[in-house]
Each structure stands twice: as structure tokens, then as C-alpha cells.
Nanobody
Framework: QLQLVESGGGLVQPGGSLRLSCAAS????????IGWFRQAPGKEREGVSC????????NYTDSVKGRFTISRDNAKNTVYLQMNSLKPEDTAIYYC???????????????WGQGTQVTVSS
């Protein structure tokens, strides 16, 4: 079964940091563009960041530029999202999935995983 599994979320105070992981199961990430998305309560899911297969192309939505860093380790079949200087408005469920091409957040047909909850609150 092809799937991506997110982990690393939690409760953090404003200004804190978290590192999310997106691990592939059933296939190799080597050839795929991967995107991180998030969905806050009452809002639509939005693209946060994406990365090309070798990491040469990276994109961030404006609201996270300078605070979030996406990376990948194809040997570990995992994509990461380092989140620093977290704000309450970053609170959301974070998901990762394949995208057609980064930069861009057009979905590539892989089912959504369960996501990982990030809560930024004092």
C-alpha cells in the first residue's frame, strides 16, 4: 500500500520549534515532488511548502518564508519540515503528499494520510 505517514506534531509555545517528518511506505520517494499542506479549523487546506526529487527546487507560501525549512533524505525515504518561530496561526493539521511538480501544489493522486496536529499556544 502506497502511503505517506506524518509525524512530529505537538503542542508548542509561540516562538517554539517543531520538526515534522513525512515517511514513505510502499514506494520510494526518490522520483517524486513532495508537498506539505495544512488545514486549520474552519479553513481550506493550503499548500505550505514543496520540494523537488533532488531538493533543487523548493517553494514556501509567503506566511512561512524565513521560518520553515523543507528538506529531504532520500536514503531514509523521508521529507522533513523544520518549523521555527511558530505562531498561533500556524496551528493546523499538517499533511504531506505527492504533488505534480514543485514549485506548485497540484496533487498527484495519492490519498491523504492522517496528518499530524500542530498546536501553537501559550
Amino acid at each position: 500500500q502506497l502511503q505517506l505517514v506524518e509525524s512530529g506534531g505537538g503542542l508548542v509555545q509561540p516562538g517554539g520549534s517543531l520538526r515534522l517528518s513525512c515517511a514513505a511506505s510502499g514506494f520510494s520517494l526518490d522520483y517524486y515532488h513532495i508537498g506539505w499542506f495544512r488545514q486549520a479549523p474552519g479553513k481550506e487546506r493550503e499548500g505550505v511548502s514543496c520540494i523537488s526529487p533532488r531538493g533543487g527546487l523548493i517553494n514556501y507560501t509567503d506566511s512561512v518564508k524565513g521560518r520553515f525549512t523543507i528538506s529531504r533524505d532520500n536514503a531514509k525515504n523521508t521529507v522533513y519540515l523544520q518549523m521555527n518561530s511558530l505562531k498561533p496561526e500556524d496551528t493546523a493539521i499538517y499533511y504531506c503528499t505527492r504533488v505534480l511538480r514543485c514549485p506548485g501544489y497540484v496533487l498527484a493522486g495519492l490519498s491523504w494520510g492522517q496528518g499530524t496536529q500542530v498546536t501553537v499556544s501559550s
